[in-house]
């Protein structure tokens, strides 16, 4: 890979950088073509600290609307691992000297080798070619771009992270893969995200489930949460996840009753009763969350709008999360002719669908089928 750069001088109207330098004197990265007849000039504003130079690094690009400051800089902690795994911050803290982080003595030992594999890997902007003129690194990078960077020796070969298994977690901070599609703002995710702001650390959990193994939820996570442009279309999406989870955890559910009944734990007529009851949507909806952990605070929140949209259409609202959900889906697949009528009401859907999707993400996170009920 390399720096690409348009230009009116190559027959390709492209021309390639790949030999890189650094000058030290002048803080400055020396790019040129292979045959050293063309070069541009990067330069390097934060202080110069090589001591990480030729460490392997793994880089993950976000966006946050949120925590988007040049001062939103964190550490990132893997709650299992229980150390540091590397750094996210925005990617104009390589661009600058001027925020509260420049004398950061650990945070510097990552900006040079992070500055430099950015030069080395290609660029997602293409700026044209100005002979040696100075450039910066959002003239290759958008600068909005957030940089998550993983030390590859800090973690042993078999606890190297596997990004896509993470995106719940940093989803629930206003963290998404980075495309080019705009944010769907929401007050309860910004409200979780600005509760890190000025904090020192992030401590990231892995989901329970596989994401990587299952094309829905990595084309969710990747692409789609960030952007649906219509609350009642996440709704949908948002409820699929739970379909796929009911149906693995009906699995589990299932061989463990299967299991106890023939241990004669069970009487025949119990696992009748039992598997009826995993087999009926409700049911296991509330067998679902009942082998999650959902934060109380985020739980209390979507109960008291969700309950607030439901009475409006229903003389008696149910107190568990699970029921709660499953009535909500209803009255939106059955109902939302109704919903329409009232601009309130809409808004309360919009506000629980938002809420609903922090919700999902502690389920992936924290779902396991070893908790029977």
Not at 116 to 136: A, H
Not at 177 to 198: S, V
């Amino acid at each position: 890979m390399a720096i690409t750069l348009n230009s009116e001088l190559s027959s390709s109207r492209v021309i390639t950088f790949s030999n890189i330098e650094f000058d030290p004197s002048h803080s400055i990265f020396i790019i040129k073509t292979l045959d050293d007849k063309s070069e541009i000039l990067v330069e390097y504003a934060p202080n110069i600290d090589r001591e990480f130079e030729g460490k392997l690094f793994d880089l993950h690009f976000f966006s946050n609307q949120y925590l988007n400051a040049e001062n939103d800089v964190f550490e990132v902690y893997e709650k299992e691992i229980s150390k540091r795994v590397g750094w996210i911050f925005p990617i104009q803290v390589l661009d600058s000297n001027e925020n509260d982080f420049a004398d950061n003595q650990f945070l510097n030992k990552y900006k040079f080798p992070v500055f430099s594999q950015l030069l080395t890997q290609g660029n997602l902007i293409k700026p044209d070619y100005k002979g040696g003129y100075n450039y910066r690194i959002t003239d290759f990078f958008n600068e909005d771009i957030i940089v998550f960077v993983v030390s590859k020796e800090t973690l042993p070969e078999e606890e190297q992270l596997n990004i896509l298994n993470y995106l719940p977690c940093f989803a629930n901070f206003g963290y998404y893969p980075w495309n080019n599609d705009h944010h769907q703002h929401f007050d309860q995710q910004q409200g979780l995200a600005i509760k890190k702001r000025g904090d020192k650390k992030i401590t990231i959990r892995k989901a329970s489930l596989d994401i990587s193994q299952n094309q829905f939820l990595t084309d969710l996570y990747n692409i789609h949460l960030k952007s649906i442009n219509h609350f009642l279309l996440k709704f949908y999406f948002l409820y699929q996840v739970i379909e796929f989870m009911m149906e693995e955890n009906f699995n589990t559910d299932f061989n463990s009753l299967v299991d106890e009944y023939k241990k004669n734990h069970l009487s025949k007529n119990d696992l009748k009763e039992k598997i009826n009851s995993i087999t009926r949507e409700r049911g296991s909806i509330s067998s679902l969350f009942e082998k999650a952990t959902i934060p109380s605070t985020i739980e209390t929140d979507f109960k008291r709008d969700c309950k607030a949209l439901l009475e409006n259409y229903y003389s008696k609202t149910p107190e568990s999360l699970g029921d709660l959900i499953y009535d909500t889906r209803n009255l939106v697949v059955h109902r939302y002719r109704e919903i329409m009528k009232k601009d309130e009401n809409v808004a309360l859907l919009d506000l629980v669908t938002h809420e609903l999707e922090v919700i999902i993400n502690e389920l992936i996170i924290s779902y396991s089928p070893q908790q029977w009920i």
